[in-house]
């Protein structure tokens, strides 16, 4: 089972960019970044299948976040632009076995430790 080890989260204020790495420790198959606010649910902010030929985005994420997979590197992005304050929150890279876009947090077996992001006004 794939370690996985996030990177790149911080402080930033809004309107700007953070891009945040997930190295893996082997091969995987589907992969997506998650976020948790204090007080709500997880929920998956963007998820990329095994070849990164197909993508899926909250309605939240959508124009402004990128997600990308190096499969040579063992690495996925989350690259975040236009940055709000409703974007704080911890977020989670996360693994599952299908080689497909998944979006639920129990389809997903495999989580790393989280990055803080954090987005002033």
């Known amino acids: 089972q794939a370690q996985l080890v996030e990177s790149g989260g911080g402080w930033v204020q809004a309107g700007g960019s953070l891009r945040l790495s997930c190295a893996t420790s082997?091969?995987?198959?589907?992969m997506g970044w998650f976020r948790q606010a204090p007080g709500k649910e997880r929920e998956c902010v963007a998820s990329?299948?095994?070849?990164?030929?197909?993508?899926y985005y909250t309605d939240s994420a959508k124009g402004r976040f990128t997600i990308s997979r190096d499969n040579a590197k063992n690495t996925v992005y989350l690259q975040m632009n236009s940055l709000k304050p409703e974007d704080t929150a911890i977020y989670y890279c996360?693994?599952?076995?299908?080689?497909?876009?998944?979006?639920?947090?129990?389809?997903?077996?495999?989580w790393g430790q989280g990055t803080q992001v954090t987005v002033s006004s």
């Open positions: 082997g091969r995987t198959n589907g």
């Open positions: 996360a693994a599952h076995r299908s080689f497909n876009i998944r979006t639920l947090v129990n389809e997903y077996d495999t």
């Open positions: 990329i299948n095994w070849s990164g030929s197909a993508t």
